[in-house]
């Protein structure tokens, strides 16, 4: 059926006021009441074991991991998970610029040292001055900065330590078209994770935490590292054994640990500096990414088309005409056949058609020469294999 009024968009959390005013007053009403929304947006908050109302077409996640989405679910259900990619990279890019800086003039220690200083000591020059010898360090320039995941943070990451004078190596086996011609130049390619510690002064890490990278750097490999290397973690707790990188430090066998994830056994430790998961909080991560999924969300809506959505194709098709058919359906042969028969059938005529397939989905947006019935998208509809259909013409 054709939707009639404004998409109601259920707002489960805090979302930048940016992103909401991509979404129009007059086409759309979000709110967290909303009875029977048409999508749903959200930053943290759990859906799993939640009723997600038949309505419900998309989800939007203001953020860049879904472990609070049941995805599976919904994609059984042709729901698109939309997400905001790289929203938080730049935030990211700029903590490990100011952790490597931690390290490198050992800021943290230096400032517990300043804070507990006695203001009313006579001598307050003379103890500044004494103990400023314990924290001498070194400079960022000429050093190697290893990269291991050279994706949206880690390519910015290279790029920054580039502009600042470092030499670069970088390591990713799955490295994106998009983020390669992002690279620069000079950025040298190394061939594993082992060359990247044998030859960094310092590493940081930005792949993401699943099977393959759990406990990535470990015991035997940061046996690999200069003594005085620094390795920073701002992906996620469990890439990096915080007890074997406890025990490196205090056989002195490593430098220095910057992470992002404050695990009980790092509190306290020599020469850690752990952040209390920092990376995306700022105002403009925040911003980028509920400005990215509103903006996804209502082409998704209005017109069909899916960028950033964890369990669909990206499918962008521009309108020729005013009458658009979306649907979702499992990727099995002959789908294409039946629904183009069913149109046929109508007597309706495909002006334009895109169908694009993602692992077990698939996702088709066929334009036609004129309206289309209640009873023709009722037919899709009960095609086995089919998951959701959506008449979408154009706003008059
Ligand atoms: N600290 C924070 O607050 C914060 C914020 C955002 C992201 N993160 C973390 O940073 C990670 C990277 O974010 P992103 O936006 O750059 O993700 P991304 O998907 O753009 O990039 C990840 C890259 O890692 C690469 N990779 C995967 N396995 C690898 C391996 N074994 N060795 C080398 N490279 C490998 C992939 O090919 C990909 O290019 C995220 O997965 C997330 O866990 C943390």
Redesign the pocket.
């Known amino acids: 059926m054709r939707k009639e009024g404004p998409f109601g968009i259920l707002v489960l959390n805090q979302i930048s006021k940016a992103g909401l005013e991509r979404l129009p007053a007059g086409r759309y009403v979000t709110g967290k009441d909303i009875a029977e929304p048409d999508a749903i947006l959200v930053r943290s908050a759990d859906l799993h074991g939640r009723d997600i109302p038949p309505s419900v077409t998309a989800i939007a996640r203001a953020g860049?991991?879904t472990n609070n989405i049941p995805v599976a679910a919904m994609s059984a259900r042709g729901i698109p998970v939309f997400t905001a990619?790289?929203g938080?990279?730049n935030?990211?890019k700029e903590?490990v610029l100011a952790g490597m800086l931690m390290a490198a003039r050992n800021l943290g220690a230096a400032q517990r040292f300043v804070e507990r200083l006695d203001p009313a000591q006579p001598q307050l020059e003379q103890a500044i001055e004494d103990g400023k010898k314990a924290f001498a360090g070194f400079e960022l320039c000429n050093q190697t900065l290893g990269v291991?995941?050279?994706?949206?943070?880690?390519s910015l990451v290279a790029d920054a330590a580039i502009k600042l004078g470092m030499n670069v190596l970088g390591?990713?086996?799955?490295?994106?078209v998009d983020?390669a011609w992002s690279l620069p130049s000079q950025v040298q390619r190394a061939s594993s994770?082992e060359d990247v510690l044998k030859n960094a002064r310092l590493v940081s890490l930005?792949?993401?935490?699943?099977p393959?990278?759990r406990h990535?750097v470990n015991a035997s490999n940061l046996r690999l590292m200069r003594p005085d290397a620094v390795l920073l973690n701002?992906?996620?707790e469990g890439v990096v054994d915080d007890a074997a990188v406890v025990a490196a430090l205090a056989a002195h066998q490593l430098g220095g640990y910057v992470c992002?994830f404050p695990h009980a056994g790092l509190l306290g430790q020599e020469r850690v500096v752990a952040l209390p998961?920092?990376?995306?909080?700022t105002r403009e991560a925040e911003e980028n990414c509920a400005v990215m999924v509103a903006d996804q969300l209502r082409d998704f809506l209005e017109h069909g088309n899916i960028r950033n959505a964890v369990n669909f194709p990206q499918v962008s098709m521009g309108r020729e005409s005013p009458w658009r058919v979306a649907i979702a359906n499992a990727n099995v042969p002959n789908m294409l056949g039946q629904i183009s028969t069913a149109m046929a059938q109508a007597g309706l005529n495909i002006h334009n058609m895109v169908n694009k397939s993602r692992g077990e989905m698939a996702y088709t947006l066929v334009d036609v020469d004129s309206a289309v019935g209640e009873p023709v998208l009722a037919q899709i509809r009960a095609i086995e294999g089919v998951l959701s259909v959506r008449y979408l013409p154009a706003a008059p």
Request: hydrophobic share 50%; glycine share 14%; no cysteine.
């Open positions: 860049a991991g990619p790289g938080n990279a935030a990211v903590l291991i995941g050279l994706g949206k943070v880690g390591f990713d086996p799955d490295i994106t983020a994770v930005h792949v993401p935490l699943v393959a990278t990535l701002f992906s996620r992002d998961h920092l990376g995306a909080s």
